[in-house]
C-alpha cells in the first residue's frame, strides 16, 4: 500500500494490495472473501488479495470482492459491486449502483454507467459503452436442467460497441466492433460490426455512421470546428 487515502468507515481486508493513490471513500469494503449459497454453481475456495491499480477509486459503499484485478485510474462509483475472478481494465468507470459478476473481463477506456447489471462470464473489449440500466444475461435455462451447466455464458461485446439505456442482451451473443445497440433493445442474437439495431428482437436498422467509428488509436472522434 503506497499513499493510498482510507476513510475511517471502509473496511480494508488483510492482503489487499492498493496502489499509488487509491483513494477507499466512506463505507466501501474491498477484498473481501465471497459468501456463497449452498446451491451456488459458482466455483468455491480461497481466492487471492484483490489488487487496485494505481489511483483507482472505490466510492461511498461500494463493494469489490477478492480474486478481482482493477487497472490504473478506474472509478466504482457509489454503492457499486465488482464480484470475484473480474479483470477490469485501466481508465474504467463502473457507474453508481452498478453491479459487475464474478469471472467477467472488462476492457480499458469502457464505461458502465449506473445501474447496470453485468452478468457473471461476460467480456467487455476496450472502448466499449453501456448505458444506465443495461440487463444482461448468461442462462438460457434460467436454473432448471443440469445441461444448463456447460452452456452459461455472458455476452461479448466488442470494442467500441455501445449499448443504449434498458436493453437486454441474452445469454452468449456477440455484439460485433462498433456496433450501436438502442435503446430497449432486446439482442437475442448476434450482431454484426458497425450496425445499429433497434427493437425486440433487434433487428438492424442502418449502418454506424463513420463519423461515429474510433479511429485506430480508440479516443473517440471529435467534430472539426465550423
Known amino acids: 500500500m503506497t499513499d493510498a487515502e482510507i476513510a475511517p468507515t471502509a473496511v480494508v481486508y488483510p492482503g489487499t494490495v492498493l496502489g499509488a493513490g487509491c483513494k477507499i471513500l466512506d463505507g466501501a469494503v ?16 480461497e481466492l487471492p488479495p484483490l489488487e487496485l491499480g494505481d489511483g483507482t477509486i472505490v466510492s461511498t459503499g461500494a463493494i469489490v470482492y477478492a480474486g478481482s484485478r482493477i487497472g ?37 477506456l469502457t464505461k458502465i454507467q449506473a445501474n447496470a447489471y453485468i452478468t457473471a462470464y461476460s467480456t467487455l473489449e476496450d472502448n466499449v459503452f453501456i448505458a444506465p440500466c443495461v440487463v444482461t ?48 433493445a432486446v439482442v437475442v442474437k448476434d450482431v454484426p460490426p458497425r450496425v445499429v439495431v433497434v ?10 455512421a463513420k463519423e461515429e467509428l474510433l479511429p485506430d488509436d480508440g479516443e473517440p472522434v471529435r467534430a472539426e470546428s465550423a
Open 30 to 45: 474491498v477484498g473481501k472473501q465471497p459468501t456463497l449459497s449452498p446451491r451456488s454453481t459458482a466455483r468455491r475456495g
Open 72 to 108: 490504473a485510474r478506474v472509478i466504482v462509483g457509489d454503492q457499486a459491486c465488482v464480484r470475484e475472478r473480474v479483470d477490469v481494465g485501466d481508465d474504467v468507470v463502473i457507474g453508481r449502483g452498478s453491479h459487475v459478476e464474478n469471472d467477467t473481463t472488462i476492457g480499458a
Open 137 to 184: 444475461t448468461n442462462d438460457n435455462f434460467m436454473g432448471r436442467t443440469e445441461r444448463r451447466h456447460e452452456l452459461v455464458k455472458g455476452p461479448t461485446i466488442r470494442r467500441g460497441a455501445r449499448v443504449g439505456g434498458g436493453a437486454i442482451l441474452c445469454p452468449a451473443v456477440d455484439v460485433g466492433e462498433e456496433a450501436f445497440v438502442g435503446a430497449g
Open 199 to 208: 427493437g425486440n428482437p433487434a433487428r438492424v436498422l442502418r449502418d454506424v
